[in-house]
């Protein structure tokens, strides 16, 4: 089945700008949605079709996709977007919807 | 308001079955596909099943076909996934999940609290 590879954490200082990444075998040629999930709760969608953003997230948040990797971007980071982050694409293969690992987002 | 209400989840043995439930309100049940999604103690994100609108199409993660089966109900605004021959991996919190589309290839929009399911001897 299609693998999707996050780094398994990112740290970034307050009011700085997070990226955090997501692999794939030709990852562009697919839409890529992302999820935000904090401790103790449902994950929300913040990016999908790689950079669009649901009514009610910040546009702090922006997606990206191309080649072999999508890329999730927060900027101006704030304490309250400390939590982990998921892609998510659908593929023809086995499984035909994959999530990647995750990302945990530390904001120092 | 859109309300996704799992149940159903407790701890089971190893080789027993289950039955989750969804309880959906707040929107038009039949217009959309639905999802399960399931995570194990401090691990990530894991699709396990969707079917369609009305039930005609169903898919399923390699890990769980053939020992479980999704169905709906769009009478009652209920998701129902049975759990059979159940393996200490399949412990995790099982949430309930909303597609944007009637047929599942649109992200997920909502998502219920999970349930959670817990198999142990």
């Known amino acids: 089945s299609y693998v999707l590879t996050q780094p398994p954490s990112v740290s970034v200082a307050p009011g700085k700008t997070a990226r955090i990444t997501c692999g794939g075998n030709n990852i562009g040629s697919k839409s890529v949605h992302w999820y935000q999930q904090k401790p103790g709760q449902a994950p929300v969608l913040v990016i999908y079709y790689d950079s669009d953003r649901p009514s009610g997230i910040p546009e702090r948040f922006s997606g990206s996709n191309s080649g072999n990797t999508a890329t999730l971007t927060i900027s101006r980071v704030e304490a309250g977007d400390e939590a982990d982050y998921y892609c998510q694409v659908w593929d023809s293969s086995s499984d035909p919807l994959v999530f990647g690992g995750g990302t945990k987002l530390t904001v120092l | 308001e859109v309300q996704l209400v799992e149940s159903g989840g407790v701890v089971v043995q190893p080789g027993g079955s289950l039955r989750l439930s969804c309880a959906a309100s707040g929107f038009t049940f039949d217009d959309y596909a639905m999802h399960w999604v399931r995570q194990a103690p401090g691990k990530g994100l894991e699709w396990v099943s969707l079917i369609s609108w009305d039930g005609g199409s169903t898919y399923y993660a390699d890990s769980v076909k053939g020992r479980f089966t999704i169905s709906r109900d769009n009478s009652k605004n209920s998701l129902y996934l049975q759990m059979n021959s159940l393996r200490a991996e399949d412990t995790a919190l099982y949430y309930c999940?909303?597609?944007?589309?009637?047929?599942?290839?649109?992200?997920?929009?909502?998502w219920g609290q999970g349930t959670l399911v817990t198999v142990s001897s």
């Open positions: 999940a909303k597609a944007g589309d009637s047929s599942g290839y649109y992200p997920f929009d909502y």
